[in-house]
């Protein structure tokens, strides 16, 4: 079975540019969620997919960040404009059920220099 | 507020040397209580889940205990090859968000 991944494993852009990561959760999984660990602090939900919709978006830290995720599948994250604070590992992760086990992907390294 | 606190930050041990790890959490209601492994650039990996206080989950080395108030994560005889960050996180009642602690750097001298 394969696992959650991520794309790109990292990623330099400059203040002010686009970038747009993605996760492909593990198949079947109806449930993804996205998380974030700025360095020296724990890691932060952003927001989580029932298939398609958004069932919980408080995470997010404003409206730079834009999640979707196509058709129930695979899901984007995109921040437009970056922010130098945005820098960080991006986790996403998957799960059958809202209270099983989350299965994570490698995450992708966003640094905004 | 919402917390997650692991302790210590980092515990440096010699190989077969036992110790526990700590995870105290003050939440409104809890879900369940997940211990994760996380080796340098990789995610995290999944080790044990407990739902209710007075549970218990054993793994290898490794066995994880719950209260009301905090979690220990024992590890007996340990080997170099479990050094790594632990990391425990809670999930809330009132919604599907995991709170995460900021981990315990685990080294495992040989």
């Known amino acids: 079975e394969a696992g959650v991944t991520q794309f790109p494993s990292h990623s330099v852009i400059e203040k002010g540019q686009t970038v747009t990561l993605r996760c492909d959760p593990i198949?079947?999984?109806?449930?993804l969620y996205w998380y974030r660990r700025v360095m020296g602090k724990e890691i932060k939900f952003l927001l989580h997919?029932?298939?398609?919709?958004?069932?919980?978006e408080s995470g997010m830290p404003n409206n730079r960040f834009l999640a979707e995720r196509t058709g129930g599948t695979y899901s984007t994250l995109k921040v437009q404009p970056a922010e130098l604070e945005d820098s960080g590992v991006y986790f996403c992760?998957?799960?059958?059920?809202?209270?099983?086990?989350?299965?994570f992907g490698p995450g992708t390294r966003l640094t905004v220099t | 507020e919402d917390q997650v606190t692991q302790s210590p930050e980092a515990l440096r041990l010699q190989e077969g040397e036992s110790s526990s790890l700590n995870c105290s959490y003050t939440?409104?209601?809890?879900?369940?209580l997940f211990w994760y492994r996380q080796d340098p650039g990789k995610g995290p990996e999944f080790l044990f889940t407990?739902?209710?206080?007075?549970e218990e989950k054993e793994k290898e080395r490794l066995k994880a205990t719950l209260t009301k108030k905090e979690s220990f994560l024992h590890i007996t005889a340990p080997k170099p090859e479990d050094s790594a960050t632990y990391l425990c996180?809670?999930?809330?009642?009132?919604?599907?968000?995991?709170?995460w602690g900021a981990g315990t750097k685990l080294i495992i001298k040989p």
């Open positions: 997919f029932v298939k398609e919709s958004k069932q919980d």
């Open positions: 198949s079947g999984h109806d449930n």
């Open positions: 996180a809670v999930l809330m009642d009132s919604n599907y968000q995991l709170i």
């Open positions: 992760a998957s799960s059958q059920g809202t209270v099983d086990r989350q299965y």
């Open positions: 939440v409104s209601g809890l879900r369940g």
């Open positions: 407990l739902y209710s206080a007075g």
